[in-house]
């Protein structure tokens, strides 16, 4: 932790205190990111992936890659600010603080960490698709006032499903959705949600679709939970919840 807080003072040139607070980082000394998919799979290496979906030649494994990462996430000009998914993963504070490179370096960092921020969808050897999943303890939806806690149980969260424009409309989110799944359980996560919107038979921009859809987290199992007075792009979220044990 302690390299973690140094690293943070230094790219935004301040002191960010609220860093030694934030659990996500706990786990986020240096560590064996596992052995690279383009060396093939290590047979120690631990169960939780890859994932091969029947029917599907989609293969979602943890993003332990940062260079895979930032293909989905990452902006064209490596000077701009864009989300790189972490605006729902750490304190306010610290997301709006972090400009720039610095948001691409802060993930690097969580991409060599146990567990990794979420998981990545390949086609082949290209990253296509992203989802963010973590225990909601260490995201901001452990203190979001508009969706419900419904119990004490320690589950994870899966916020955000991403795939690469020219990969839609092939599945692709939905073995990310599966993977994700997967991954959490893997961890030991009793129960995952997700808060997807209830869109309906309604349009969705797609800029605001990374929250996922009602329909698709039905497909994958989840059941709903819950109404949220969360909005977004115009159209309510909904609590949905898979149980995993």
């Known amino acids: 932790m302690a390299h973690m807080v140094a690293w943070v003072n230094t790219e935004l040139t301040k002191n960010v205190s609220e860093i030694g607070r934030l659990r996500l980082l706990r786990a986020a000394a240096p560590c064996s990111a596992g052995p690279s998919r383009r060396r093939g799979r290590d047979p120690a290496a631990p169960p939780h992936g890859p994932w091969h979906r029947e029917g599907m030649s989609i293969e979602v494994r943890p993003a332990t890659e940062f260079e895979d990462v930032r293909a989905v996430l990452g902006p064209k000009s490596p000077t701009a600010n864009v989300c790189w998914c972490l605006s729902y993963r750490i304190p ?128 994958a199992g989840f059941t709903w939970a819950a109404a949220t007075t969360s909005v977004l792009a115009g159209h309510p979220r909904v609590l949905m919840r898979r149980d995993l044990r």
Request: proline share 9%; with cysteine; net charge positive.
């Open 92 to 219: 306010s504070k610290l997301n709006n603080a972090l400009r720039g490179p610095a948001r691409g370096a802060l993930v690097a960092e969580l991409c060599r960490a146990d567990p990794p921020p979420g998981v990545l969808a390949y086609d082949g050897d290209e990253p296509v698709g992203w989802a963010a999943v973590a225990p909601r303890a260490d995201t901001s939806f452990a203190r979001n006032r508009k969706i419900p806690h419904l119990d004490d149980l320690p589950v994870w969260s899966l916020w955000c499903v991403r795939v690469r424009p020219g990969h839609r409309k092939q599945g692709v989110s939905h073995a990310l959705i599966a993977g994700a799944v997967d991954f959490a359980r893997a961890h030991g996560a009793p129960v995952i949600e997700a808060y997807p919107l209830d869109n309906g038979d309604a349009r969705v921009d797609l800029t605001m679709a990374y929250a996922g859809l009602r329909k698709n987290f039905e497909r």
